[in-house]
């Protein structure tokens, strides 16, 4: 296990560095922290680690003179600077004194990954050189070449202590570099949380290396490996002169079933066509990955080749696939798919009134009427046509919204279900299926959400003027949503005539009037600011009858619709 220090003088940004890296995943161990460079300094000269992550404005002894005592006392040692945008300067003059790379806050959780991987790559190169070992590591090669090298930028080459025999800087042969391959990225059609990751692709590497012999006249080679901080993922390279298409067709089809005898799980594969020079597969694997975000839900064992819509395995063949069914947590969206003014939307919008319907039953506490209302919004965003990718940006934003609503009210996702904004996100990002999403959202943040409610019934005057602030507050955010006082009370636990007196006893104004009052005003602000016509303005503060709202601005105002824009117009 590698160990890793964290130098900073703000405790928060420690702790968070300290919750991001993969410890497990990447053989690391937590050596120790420290909030000053005089402190860090002494530390590390006791423990020696081979990483350290450090910022470079500290009181005291600063980390630009930090990195020169250590480099003298630890010249093995790999830093990592972590500073502002601000000091970008003060960093590049920190590169100059060895750091070995930087990162900006807010730090980013690709970019950590990315510095990592690289890091160990340089730690396991040394060793490499260190060792005198001219053997490579093939199995690790396909590995490092996507995921510890920056993509996109070829590695440099040296012929240091491999016996003349170049190498790149991650440690992969620089011979590699004139053979060409094509990747196979298979995604799982359905997520699942136990993955033997390393025992799923060992036993793929043997069983396709066995059948080498009937694929492209046995004259290739296989390398498989799995992605990290995913679940599922797998990559195979195939290094090879020549791929024919309906030799590829078949090696694919023998792919799917094998890792669905493996996994129990069925996948669809993505791939770019045509090999290319070793050098270009990490951009080959970003493209495939693109490639695969634009599948639609409905589709599994499916294929997608880059520049290609997706087609299934079995197309055109008459059978039937051997998939995993989405199963029961699919039924009740699609039952709620007809004749709901909800979901009429494409697959490339989003679903926001939807959003804002479950968003105000989450607020009011009522358990059945949130499920439901999320069964409507996960219909329209999560639907057969609905493609991977949407479905991950509808439901990032979802997360985002309960996050602003949380935080307006002084909570936020971190303390009311265990798991922060970024945590979700991230959940989101390695889940390929809707039924994953679906479990994520609706049985893990929405139940925390709902039973961690401040719906008490009232016990003071103080916990009554809260709930009257509380429904002005609802008002204020979801006044173009039905709203009854009767829905405001039950969400609360009171009764609703208790509800009515105190909500006039505190504003003035009986809650029909107050609500009637508050459209009325933000009706007014769009005729200002906005070329809205009349009956879409209408629609915006919560009335679906244009001649109601009508009838109810001329009361309220004592002008017609008309008469009130003309002198807009007039002022103007």
Not at 31 to 58: S, V
Not at 104 to 112: A, R, V
Request: glycine fraction near 8%; hydrophobic fraction near 40%; charged fraction near 30%.
């Amino acid at each position: 296990m590698r160990q890793v220090m964290v130098v900073d003088d703000e405790r928060w940004i420690r702790r968070g560095l300290i919750g991001a890296i993969p410890w497990e995943e990447l053989g690391l161990t937590f050596a120790g922290e420290a909030e000053d460079g005089e402190d860090a300094y002494h530390m590390a000269l006791r423990l020696k680690p081979e990483l350290m992550f450090l910022d470079m404005r500290m009181p005291g002894l600063d980390g630009r003179e930090l990195l020169r005592l250590l480099s003298a006392e630890l010249p093995e040692l790999i830093t990592i600077v972590v500073s502002g945008y601000s000091d970008f300067e003060y960093t590049k003059e920190a590169i100059k004194h060895n750091a070995f790379d930087y990162l900006l806050k807010p730090l980013k959780k690709e970019e950590l990954y990315a510095v990592l991987n690289k890091a160990l790559a340089e730690l396991e190169r040394r060793e490499r050189i260190r060792n005198g070992s001219e053997q490579l590591e093939l199995r690790n090669w396909l590995w490092r070449e996507l995921f510890a090298v920056d993509a996109g930028v070829d590695g440099e080459v040296s012929d240091a202590g491999h016996g003349g025999m170049a190498v790149r800087a991650d440690g992969t042969a620089a011979g590699w570099l004139a053979a060409k391959g094509l990747l196979l990225v298979a995604w799982p059609d359905r997520y699942t949380e136990d993955c033997e990751r390393h025992a799923v692709t060992e036993r793929l590497q043997r069983l396709l290396e066995q059948e080498r012999a009937f694929y492209f006249g046995g004259a290739w080679s296989l390398h498989v490996t799995s992605a990290p901080a995913s679940r599922g993922e797998l990559v195979l390279c195939l290094v090879s002169e020549s791929l024919d298409g309906r030799g590829l067709e078949r090696l694919i089809a023998k792919l799917q079933a094998a890792v669905r005898e493996l996994t129990g799980t069925s996948y669809s594969v993505g791939h770019a066509g045509q090999p290319e020079p070793i050098a270009r597969l990490p951009k080959q694997y970003r493209r495939i990955k693109q490639a695969l975000g634009g599948k639609r839900l409905g589709e599994a064992e499916a294929i997608v080749r880059c520049g290609e819509p997706a087609r299934r395995e079995d197309e055109g063949r008459g059978r039937v696939p051997d998939n995993v069914a989405f199963g029961q947590a699919d039924e009740p969206a699609a039952a709620l798919r007809q004749d709901d003014p909800l979901l009429r939307t494409s697959a490339a919008a989003y679903p926001r009134e939807a959003e804002q319907a479950l968003l105000m039953q989450l607020q009011l506490g009522n358990r059945n009427a949130s499920l439901e209302a999320f069964d409507r919004w996960f219909a329209a965003a999560a639907g057969d046509d609905a493609t991977v990718d949407e479905m991950r940006r509808y439901a990032a934003m979802l997360v985002h919204a309960l996050e602003k609503q949380l935080q307006e009210s002084g909570s936020s996702l971190g303390e009311r279900c265990g798991k922060s904004l970024l945590a979700c996100t991230e959940h989101i990002g390695v889940r390929q299926d809707r039924w994953s999403i679906r479990q994520l959202l609706a049985e893990e943040l929405l139940p925390s959400l709902l039973s961690s409610g401040a719906a008490q019934a009232p016990g003071s005057s103080g916990q009554g003027e809260q709930v009257v602030r509380d429904i002005q507050r609802l008002i204020q955010l979801h006044y173009a949503q039905p709203l009854s006082l009767h829905q405001l009370a039950e969400g609360r636990f009171m009764n609703a005539e208790y509800v009515s007196r105190l909500f006039k006893k505190m504003t003035g104004s009986n809650f029909v009037d107050y609500l009637t009052d508050y459209r009325i005003a933000k009706a007014m602000e769009l005729m200002q600011s906005s070329a809205c016509k009349n009956y879409e303005i209408a629609k915006r503060v919560g009335y679906e009858d244009y001649r109601y709202f009508s009838q109810i601005f001329k009361k309220k105002t004592g002008m017609t619709i008309g008469e009130y824009r003309s002198g807009l117009e007039m002022k103007q």
